[in-house]
């Protein structure tokens, strides 16, 4: 399959109209501790880590719903604000480190081991959220399996939104060169719209990857 990064990117912008003000709601929600994070100093490693340990526990909370809502888009079905409290946090918090423990042992080899690793997993949330009862390995080697041979395309999409970031962090680095505490506020706000772009993008081409290994089948 010929996966064209410009193509997905159209099919995610039209999965998204109608839907900006509820999406960009459920992208605030998803990504509230993450925006409260960046206000505060890291002063120490504790500090990072505490945050990051924060981070991940509540995003937790809303991983499975977020996921649900993002396949939701792209399949054409209609979405709410309550579609996020789905629950499952254990099973999310438990997915959520083993794949981080997983990318980060590769990552120790080297950087590049490590962002394959991260593109070969970058499938296991949906893999989950379309079978909610199969095992946290199972769902991670079902997206190893998935993105076999296609590692390369994702690191394209991936590298697509760059233009898109930039437009974000350049004007925030600009503003914070003289007022620093504008950077935070401006590159923040930016990322939750930009972030449910980017995996309305990465849930488009998982749909096409699932079908893909469907024909195969």
Same mark, same amino acid.
Request: proline share 2%.
């Given at each position: 399959? #010929?996966?064209?990064?410009?193509?997905?990117?159209?099919?995610?912008?039209r999965?998204?109209?109608?839907?900006?003000?509820?999406?960009?709601?459920?992208?605030?929600? @998803?990504?509230?501790? &993450?925006?409260?994070g960046?206000?505060? !100093?890291k002063?120490s490693t504790?500090? /990072?880590?505490?945050?990051?340990?924060?981070?991940?526990?509540?995003?937790?909370?809303?991983?499975?719903?977020?996921?649900?809502?993002?396949l939701?888009?792209?399949r054409?079905q209609? =979405?709410?604000?309550?579609?996020?409290?789905?629950?499952?946090f254990?099973?999310?918090?438990? =997915?959520?480190?083993?794949?981080?423990i @997983?990318? #980060?042992?590769?990552?120790?080899?080297?950087i590049?081991?490590?962002i394959?690793?991260?593109?070969?997993?970058?499938?296991?949330?949906y893999?989950?959220v379309?079978?909610?009862?199969?095992g946290?390995?199972? +769902?991670i080697?079902?997206?190893?399996?998935?993105?076999?041979?296609?590692?390369?395309? /994702?690191?394209?999409l991936g590298?697509s939104?760059?233009?898109w970031? +930039?437009?974000i962090?350049?004007?925030?680095?600009?503003?914070? @060169?003289?007022?620093?505490?504008?950077f935070t506020?401006i590159a923040?706000v930016?990322?939750?719209?930009?972030t !449910?772009?980017? &995996?309305? +993008?990465?849930?488009?081409?998982?749909?096409?990857?699932?079908?893909?290994?469907?024909?195969e089948?």
């Amino acid at each position: 399959m #010929i996966i064209n990064c410009k193509d997905i990117r159209a099919e995610a912008r039209r999965s998204l109209k109608g839907f900006w003000k509820v999406i960009i709601l459920i992208s605030l929600v @998803y990504k509230l501790v &993450d925006i409260v994070g960046d206000f505060i !100093p890291k002063s120490s490693t504790l500090v /990072i880590v505490l945050m990051s340990v924060i981070s991940t526990i509540y995003g937790s909370f809303f991983l499975f719903g977020y996921t649900s809502v993002i396949l939701k888009l792209v399949r054409g079905q209609n =979405i709410k604000l309550k579609d996020m409290l789905s629950g499952r946090f254990l099973k999310a918090l438990a =997915i959520n480190v083993v794949v981080g423990i @997983y990318t #980060i042992l590769w990552s120790l080899l080297l950087i590049i081991p490590g962002i394959i690793a991260a593109i070969k997993y970058s499938m296991t949330f949906y893999v989950w959220v379309d079978n909610p009862n199969i095992g946290i390995n199972e +769902a991670i080697s079902r997206s190893t399996e998935m993105t076999d041979g296609h590692i390369m395309d /994702i690191f394209t999409l991936g590298l697509s939104f760059i233009g898109w970031i +930039a437009l974000i962090f350049v004007p925030a680095a600009i503003v914070g @060169y003289w007022h620093q505490q504008y950077f935070t506020i401006i590159a923040s706000v930016g990322m939750v719209f930009l972030t !449910p772009y980017i &995996d309305l +993008a990465m849930g488009t081409l998982y749909t096409k990857l699932a079908e893909e290994q469907k024909t195969e089948i």
